[in-house]
């Protein structure tokens, strides 16, 4: 068990659709890390927050957003679903972004999308 | 751009043979490299890492250097057990242009490594 909790563990919508996945990062963790894992991309980095703020953009797409809590959860917002969405999307916590610090992975949230 | 570029799988082992999965990778300055492992229906998990040139990285029986001169981060393990069946991921966080370290890891494309009795 890493110490990284991801709500749901598996969601199942239809195209069009808006979901919303929810990270809570080890404890002390300031730094969380979003990842998309698919079968044709495979694992991609997303987005970073740092202790409440934007601290990296990777390859997220605009109908995808993302924020970081004062209790330092953080939540990926997926809007106008799409099938090729579908995937394992992980998150990640770091006690900071330095880049010797170890990512701690959850257990991912598997969407799919019909 | 940063890349890592893993050996193509799957890897299919009979127990107690020799491991080695290729990873090299292209970034600028000098990247920290990790192995991660992905066991069915889990996260990833840090196997190893090095932050630096001829670092060793090792951890329950795998190892890999970091070769600056090669770009490269093999994985080897002198002899695999059943346990070990699992995705393999080399990954490397690297610098932006002003040569601050950022925090996303770059991701090969993973190793499926299957390990048979």
């Known amino acids: 068990d890493s110490g990284v909790t991801q709500t749901p563990k598996h969601l199942i919508t239809a195209t069009g659709q808006r979901v919303t996945l929810r990270c809570s990062p080890r404890?002390?963790?300031?730094?969380v890390y979003w990842y998309q894992q698919s079968l044709d991309q495979g694992l991609q980095f997303l987005i970073q927050y740092y202790n409440g703020e934007e601290r990296a953009k990777g390859n997220i797409l605009e109908r995808f957003s993302a924020q970081q809590f004062p209790d330092l959860h953080s939540e990926l917002n997926l809007s106008s679903l799409e099938l090729g969405d579908s995937a394992l999307y992980f998150c990640?916590?770091?006690?900071?972004?330095?880049?010797?610090?170890?990512?701690?992975f959850g257990p991912g949230t598997r969407l799919t999308v019909l | 751009g940063d890349s890592v570029t893993q050996m193509e799988g799957p890897v299919t082992l009979s127990e107690e043979a020799f491991l080695t999965i290729n990873c090299t990778y292209t970034?600028?300055?000098?990247?920290?490299l990790f192995w991660y492992v992905q066991y069915p229906g889990e996260g990833l998990q840090l196997l190893l890492k090095a932050t630096k040139a001829d670092d060793k990285g090792s951890n329950k029986g795998f190892e890999a250097t970091y070769r600056k001169e090669t770009t490269s981060f093999h994985l080897e393990k002198g002899s695999v057990q059943v346990s070990d069946s699992a995705v393999y991921f080399c990954?490397?966080?690297?610098?932006?242009?002003?040569?601050?370290?950022?925090?996303?890891?770059?991701f090969g494309q993973g190793t499926i490594l299957t390990v048979h009795p």
């Open positions: 404890s002390g963790d300031l730094s």
């Open positions: 990640a916590s770091s006690r900071d972004g330095a880049a010797y610090n170890e990512q701690f």
């Open positions: 970034a600028t300055g000098y990247p920290s």
């Open positions: 990954a490397l966080r690297g610098f932006n242009a002003g040569g601050t370290s950022y925090g996303k890891l770059t």
